[in-house]
């Protein structure tokens, strides 16, 4: 029941996002990035938001199509792209929900620390019942829909 609970939560909020912000929870996730780190190479994104670079640029085609984002070739080093916010990507950032992630990492660091180490342990455990310790679960798993042609 708590399992089935976390994924409905996590349902949820995707789904708000999409409809408030008109972002999926991994494009959010690169917009923060850029914010943080302000312009900055693909790679340093991808390391910084944790995504493969091949990831984070199928990602950054969608945001450039929308408008938010922006790429400009090294001037020294054509192989080098960077990335920035436009004026409408800052503003949908500074309107957009927060992530679902960081309501639970603040609430998570308000725990004692054997708190904290318990509920890892116990995901540890439900994890390797579940056989999914050796299942990839990078922040973002896929960038394409369901319908896609994957071969």
């Known amino acids: 029941m708590a399992l089935r609970q976390i994924i409905r939560a996590i349902d949820m909020h995707s789904k708000r996002l999409i409809k408030e912000a008109g ?61 920035s916010l436009t004026e409408a990507g800052v503003t949908l950032l500074r309107d957009a ?5 960081e309501h639970f990492i603040r609430r998570f660091k308000g725990l004692a620390q054997w708190e904290q180490t318990q509920l890892l342990s116990s995901l540890q455990r439900i994890s390797a019942m579940m056989n999914a310790d050796a299942i990839d679960a990078a922040p973002v798993l896929s960038v394409h829909p369901l319908t896609d042609d994957q071969s």
């Open 23 to 83: 972002l999926t929870a991994p494009q959010l996730l690169l917009l923060k990035g850029m914010a943080e780190l302000g312009e900055t190479s693909m790679r340093q994104l991808a390391d910084h938001t944790n995504m493969s670079q091949a990831t984070a640029t199928t990602i950054m085609d969608r945001l450039e199509s929308k408008g938010l984002v922006r790429r400009i070739r090294s001037e020294d080093d054509k192989r080098k792209v960077f990335a």
């Open 97 to 101: 929900p927060t992530p679902l992630q």
